[in-house]
């Protein structure tokens, strides 16, 4: 079992920053892939960024790619999203969320669990 508790949300303008952390629990943070997904409004939950166990592999969607960064600190049991260069589009609530397999990241049915989410609003 793996509780994880997102944080760092926050309302920021356009083209600033934030990082959101995720604390997981559990003796075995370091077996699961760890991804972040958001959802927005009237709108389906969608993938942003996924890490590996070891972090050696990494995958983001093409919206965030060269602005997102995941990483991970497995002595601590956090998994990080750091958000450059926000844009309004990027609001939404984010969550993070645990699977066993570094396959099909960009799925959210694939993730055993998953955090109560934080919001990320970027005003314009």
């Known amino acids: 079992q793996v509780q994880l508790v997102e944080s760092g949300g926050g309302l920021v303008q356009a083209g600033g920053s934030l990082r959101l952390s995720c604390a997981a629990s559990?003796?075995?943070?370091?077996?699961?892939?760890m991804g972040w997904f958001r959802q927005a409004p009237g709108k389906e939950r969608e993938f942003v960024a996924a890490?590996?166990?070891?972090?050696?592999?990494?995958n983001y969607a093409d919206s965030v790619k060269g602005r997102f960064t995941i990483s991970r600190d497995n002595a601590k049991n956090l998994v990080y999203l750091q958000m450059n260069s926000l844009k309004p589009e990027d609001t939404a609530v984010y969550y993070c969320?645990?699977?066993?397999?570094?396959?099909?990241?960009?799925?959210?049915?694939?993730?055993?669990?998953w955090g109560q989410g934080t919001q990320v609003t970027v005003s314009s």
């Open positions: 559990g003796r075995t943070f370091s077996n699961y892939t």
């Open positions: 890490i590996s166990g070891n972090s050696i592999a990494t």
């Open positions: 969320a645990a699977k066993n397999y570094y396959i099909g990241v960009g799925f959210p049915g694939g993730y055993d669990y």
